[in-house]
């Protein structure tokens, strides 16, 4: 089996076991760790420079969906003072796999709103697995709107597989709940910028997913769908998978060129799970310049150029 | 069976071709409502069936250079030749009972329907081509949603569609939307669901995902009439279910109010 064909938890058995010899490290009393921790650090980045040239997408996808992956609540522990969650849509009830809230980001009160997986098998069932239900939707549009009322910037934060295909979320208007977010996201007064940590799943990510920047960490990916929605679909063969994430163009790096998201943020080496605080500290470097530099800008000019920005994305051929 | 005649796909009656025909498509037994191509739902909509076509020039391009059993270059190619059309779309100019109107018609014989980047342009220059000229607009949606082979680039066009339609709404333009079957996913969760009013043709498929993926997902048979026309308007997600025999009537009566037109 060639290194192409392992799928991303063997290739990062290495980094797993050197990980495990950092944190006991951590906790132990030796007095020598400091200098042990950072040679083993040099050996994850070793290792990853032989793993990293040779990863496809779908271990892309992997590590995008990797049970450790720092998720939402995570980035919000760690760059968000004081943050205070807000719960419900008012119409219908609260979707735990929208978190929503308000906290000061570099001091600055912001709204804060991310697609949230769980952890643990009991979480991950009352998370619905990060797939929203229209009540998510509107949720994050209630809290998107008193930012605009009080003139705070919005910060999202996308990692879903999708919106939640179910009946009662047909019932209650899934595809309006989008539709309408995709609407007045796009009149906001207010910064909006929009960070994809994980997974960029179709529409479910899209109805909080777009702004005046989208910037992409270096191991997730932004797609139409998933590579085993599409293999199913045009290959009618889930093996298909591989050749299904290839064709997609999905990467962080692909969605550059398309000239959709504006930055590509750098994982540390292994991936953001492997170092979740160099993970924070490189998300805190991108987001807030980029946050302020739309903070600098009058809401006429904002809501102008983030038209443009949009208006302009698709290929096509005028003749 | 001869040419001339056909069996309906709903009642499995057999029928006389020119039967159906002169019912708009739509079988006279069952009342089932046959799909309709795009230039034919225009020339149904348009006084007397005249209109003109805007933006026949945006063609499709193969950024992914996708390739599943064919390449999606090929695809185009052959979609192109078999159904005449440019695109999934047409974007037509005409008057509805006198009222200058833009109409944006979907076509699934041409890739299901789907929604790319071409299709997202056209939809896009409808809108503004309406904002700029201050006239109505009503888009027939007929589709499976974004196209893959065109990947993000077909995703972003929901954003993209969306905010046009957003510019209307601060120039008081009416746009009303037409949901046939089928309309799902992207374009559902796009501008199909975002007019003034949202109206269907009976017992048409919509929704945001398909039939099929959810049955996988809850393991469970869906109930009799899940996302159909009528399931929709009793979720409170349409204004109205509209038989094709009165969508024209239909439509001038709301293009009259909206437009504040009495006589
Ligand atoms: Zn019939």
């Known amino acids: ?319 | 069976m001869s040419n001339l005649w056909t069996r309906c796909n709903n009642c499995r009656r057999i029928l006389y071709k020119q039967d159906i025909f002169e019912n708009k498509n739509v079988c006279p037994e069952c009342n089932f409502h046959f799909r309709l191509s795009a230039p034919e739902r225009l020339e149904m909509l348009y006084d007397e069936g005249r209109y003109e076509v805007f933006d026949e020039n945006i063609y499709p391009l193969d950024p992914l250079h996708f390739v599943d059993s064919k390449k999606y270059d090929d695809r185009l190619k052959e979609n192109i030749k078999k159904t005449s059309l440019v695109e999934a779309c047409i974007n037509a100019v005409g008057k509805i009972d006198g009222i200058e109107v833009i109409i944006v018609a979907m076509d699934f014989r041409f890739m299901g329907g789907s929604m790319g980047s071409v299709v997202g342009e056209k939809v896009t220059r409808a809108l503004e081509k309406a904002l700029q000229e201050r006239k109505p607009i009503i888009i027939i949606s007929c589709t499976g949603g974004a196209r893959m082979q065109e990947g993000v680039l077909s995703l972003m066009q929901m954003a993209k569609t969306s905010a046009a339609i957003g510019k209307l709404q601060d120039a008081g333009i009416p746009y009303i939307s037409v949901l046939t079957d089928p309309t799902t996913g992207g374009v559902t969760a796009s501008y199909a669901m975002l007019g003034d009013i949202n109206i269907a043709e009976p017992n048409a498929l919509i929704g945001f995902a398909g039939p099929r993926v959810i049955e996988q997902t809850i393991k469970e048979k869906l109930p009799k009439g899940f996302q159909r026309s009528e399931f929709l308007l009793k979720h409170g997600l349409l204004d109205d279910v509209v038989e094709r025999k009165n969508l024209r009537s239909y439509l001038i009566r709301a293009l009259r109010l909206f437009l504040n037109r009495f006589s």
């Open chain 1, 1 to 319: 089996m060639d290194l192409e064909e392992k799928d991303f938890y063997q290739l990062e058995k290495n980094i797993v076991k050197i990980t495990e010899e950092i944190e006991i490290l951590q906790e132990s009393e030796d007095p020598e760790r400091k200098e042990k921790i950072s040679s083993l650090k040099e050996e994850i980045k070793q290792e990853w420079n032989k793993i990293a040239p040779q990863l496809t997408p779908l271990h892309i996808v992997q590590i995008a969906r990797h049970p450790k992956r720092p998720y939402t609540l995570d980035y919000i522990e760690n760059l968000i003072d004081d943050f205070m969650e807000v719960h419900g849509d008012r119409r219908y009830g609260d979707d735990p796999a929208i978190v929503a809230g308000f906290g000061f980001y570099h001091g600055q009160t912001a709204a804060i709103i991310g697609h949230q997986k769980g952890r643990t098998t009991r979480e991950r069932i009352a998370r619905n697995f990060g797939q929203s239900n229209p009540e998510g939707y509107r949720k994050a549009l209630r809290v998107m709107k008193l930012a605009e009322k009080f003139n705070f910037p919005i910060i999202t934060l996308i990692d879903t597989p999708g919106a939640y295909p179910g009946i009662e979320a047909e019932e209650r208007g899934q595809a309006e709940a989008i539709a309408y977010n995709l609407k007045e996201i796009s009149r906001l007064n207010v910064p909006m910028v929009v960070v994809v940590i994980g997974e960029g799943g179709s529409g479910g990510a899209l109805g909080i997913g777009f702004g005046d920047a989208i910037l992409m960490l270096e191991n997730s990916f932004y797609s139409v769908i998933s590579p085993e929605g599409c293999a199913a679909i045009l290959w009618k063969d889930q093996k298909a998978v591989r050749q299904s994430a290839e064709n997609l163009k999905f990467l962080a790096k692909d969605l550059l060129g398309f000239g959709i998201i504006d930055k590509i943020i750098p994982e540390p080496p292994g991936g953001a799970h492997v170092d979740y605080l160099q993970t924070f500290k490189n998300v805190d470097k991108y987001l807030y310049p980029t946050l302020k530099q739309s903070m600098e800008k009058t809401p006429e000019e904002r809501k102008k150029q983030r038209y443009e920005k949009i208006r302009k994305i698709g290929i096509i051929d005028e003749r």
